[in-house]
């Protein structure tokens, strides 16, 4: 049995979330300004403190500081002679730094193959008919055995699948010129918004987000996504479908464990949520339900808890509820909604509370050894051992340059594709073009010298056209053998 992670203080009273229940997910909402950004902080701390690595996007750069040690402040002080904390001292955590741009941390990337159609469709924003044309794509991929490891692929895939639409049609559908015309525009507005620096080898192994430092402290992985959700928030919310659906796939089912494998983070959560479509988002409930399991605890981090879809929600065991604005009939409707989402005790007024909490109070629930809710508590959120706010430049390069990962995703890899592939078909398409035409030429020359009958020249012809076809053949029946498997949420399965 682990120590429990200390999240504050009520009435001289710890308020503590078990390291054993921390796989049923969580939640950690309130306004702008209420102390979100410390509470995640103080849990991710405290994951890191039992040896679970922890994965966060970092929205405003706010979070790096977690890897330097903290400084004195009266508001720490206050909160301490508040909270009755024993062991308390300054330090930093273990950090890596992720950025999908390259520029604040170790590149992040993936494969448009291991992707897959569902998660890309919703990035994409794609309506059904050009869903179901991506979805062609892939299958045809798969089925020749070429892998789609970056746009380039994908956009020469699909000019070879209009250039090759009617022969495919019978097996795969209609395949409208037009549909394809879209995608390969989308794909165009994705590459202008950066995208193309996150596909591509090599990719980012999961195994790099679950490790541990030299003291058995779990190394917090921090992506620098300021930048991403300025100008790409799909492409963000893309990202952590992929590596949720990635971390489902690759981990063995493990039970109950005495504390997570790895616990994620997900700042801005509504992003995740927002316009996607309902088959997606019925894959990404299911999936948010069975990757606990694999020992993987999923947090939400969120404005407001109605962001997140009911059926998610649902899901969640601990809540963290900081201050909620009700300057509106509709906030004081989503207030109430909010409060009877709490058990309570009786002991105060939920609805009236919540709207009335100071920065770095919030309303918490967790759950027992049982695994059912707590009552409701008013609590003071403990300080960070380490320092509130960003670090500068100089610090991030210095931590960079001693990082696990130095060297390891800073060269690109452009190994033989679909699109290289697809080049050498139609360069060998191209000769034996050339070549049918040189013997046709030949056996024409030929007729006319020795004045031979038509029917002798038609049966060259047909021998010709016979050998194309069985050559033909043997190129299909070898592809059939390298077919490629995906998964649940359409990632292409190692």
Known sequence: MTDPIIIGGSDGQLVTQLGGMSNRHGLVAGAT?????????????????????????????????????????????????????EGYQQ???????????????????????????????SLLELNDTQTGVLYACFAIADDEGLLLLDLK???????????????????????????????????LVLEEQGADRFFGEPALQITDLMQR????????????????????????????????????????????????????????????????????????????????????????????????????????????????RAFTPADQKSVRAVAKGFRSDGAFDVNEVITSMGVGEALVSTLDDDGAPTPVRRTLIRPPESQIGPVDADTRVALLGRSPLKGKYEQTMDRSSAYELLAERAATAAARQAEIAKL???????????????????????????ALLKSAARSVGSSLGRQLVRGLLGSLLK
């Open 91 to 121: 330090r930093g955590y273990p950090t890596l730094f992720l950025d999908i741009y390259a520029e604040d941390g170790h590149p992040v990337r993936t494969t448009i193959s291991e992707m897959g159609p569902l998660i890309l469709s």
């Open 440 to 466: 046709e030429a030949e056996e024409e020359a030929a007729t006319k010298a020795a004045k031979a009958a038509q029917r002798s020249t038609g049966s060259r012809r047909q021998g010709v056209g016979e």
């Open 33 to 85: 300004g209420t102390g979100k950004t410390v509470t995640l902080q103080i849990l991710a701390e405290g994951f890191s403190r039992l040896g679970v690595p922890v994965f966060a996007a970092d929205i405003k750069g706010d979070l790096s500081g977690i890897s330097q040690n903290g400084k004195p402040h009266k508001e720490i002080d206050r909160r301490l002679a508040a909270i009755p904390i």
């Open 213 to 324: 430092d030299f003291g058995g402290n779990g190394v917090i992985s921090l992506l620098s996504a300021e930048r991403l959700i300025r100008e790409s928030p799909r492409l963000y919310a893309a990202f952590l479908m992929w590596l949720l659906s990635e971390l489902f796939e690759e981990l063995p089912e493990c039970g109950d464990l005495p504390a997570p494998k790895l616990v994620l983070f997900f700042d801005e959560a509504h992003l995740l949520f927002k316009s996607m479509p309902k088959s997606l988002l019925e894959k990404i409930e299911q999936v948010v339900r069975l990757v606990r399991s694999k020992g993987v605890g999923v947090f939400f981090v969120t404005q407001s808890p109605l962001d997140l879809p009911e059926t998610v929600l649902g899901q969640l065991g601990m809540k963290v509820q900081h201050t909620l």
């Open 153 to 187: 692929d994908l956009r020469s895939m699909l000019t070879w699948m209009s250039e090759h639409r009617a022969d495919l049609q019978a097996t795969y559908g209609n395949i409208a010129p037009a549909s394809i015309g879209a995608i390969q525009r989308r794909l």
